[in-house]
């Protein structure tokens, strides 16, 4: 009677034998296939790196900074930021039509408040934007602008022509950046931003002063 199972056992062990040869069979060829540089070999794709997002922009210092969307100009925003604050000044003059001393007063007093609102706000614009130092802040422009106009405010002419003089020598002062304008821009942040264009329109004030002294 034990005789019947033996052929039963026998192709019991050789279905297993072959399924374990199929195994390794299906086992080699996955490997020479990572081995083979072209045959195409699915790879798993790895979970979703985390996406880095630029800051919100902040409303106030955008509006500031670019001066309310004069930086975003082109070509040249740095000249089109020193326009605007030539154009501001004129169009005051002529609708207040002020007293020497009170446009004197009140051109110091816009430039302060450039400065003082334009370091800040330079800052977060340069933090939420790709690069430092973006040419869309343009309210350091400004504020050198209104320095180098100050001579004309009462001492001298402060007409159309001597605006744009005052404008010419700011732009020329700002470009150039003689020391120390240069080695301020150095400085970190809306800082740096800020003073070198106030040191270049401490040249163009007083060189305006002497070229509008005998013009």
Known sequence: MAEP???????????QAALEASAA????RGVSAQSDPDRHVEV??????PVV????????AWAVGTFFGAGFLKPGPGTWGSVAAMLLWLVFQWAVNPSPPALRAATLLAALLALVCGIPAA????????RED????????VAGQWIALLPFCG????????????LGLFRLFDITKPPPARQLERLHGGVGIMLDDV?????????GAIIGHWW
């Open 134 to 141: 973006p040419g869309h802040v343009v309210i350091d422009e």
């Open 155 to 166: 001492y001298l002419r402060s007409d159309l022509p001597h605006a744009l003089l005052a």
């Open 123 to 130: 800052s977060l614009v340069e933090q939420e934007s790709p």
């Open 5 to 15: 199972l033996v052929p039963q056992a026998r192709s019991a062990m050789e279905t």
């Open 53 to 60: 997002r630029r800051p919100d922009r902040t409303p106030w």
């Open 199 to 207: 040191a270049a329109g401490v040249y163009a004030l007083i060189v």
């Open 44 to 49: 798993p794709l790895l979970p979703d790196e």
């Open 25 to 28: 069979e299906g086992a080699g």
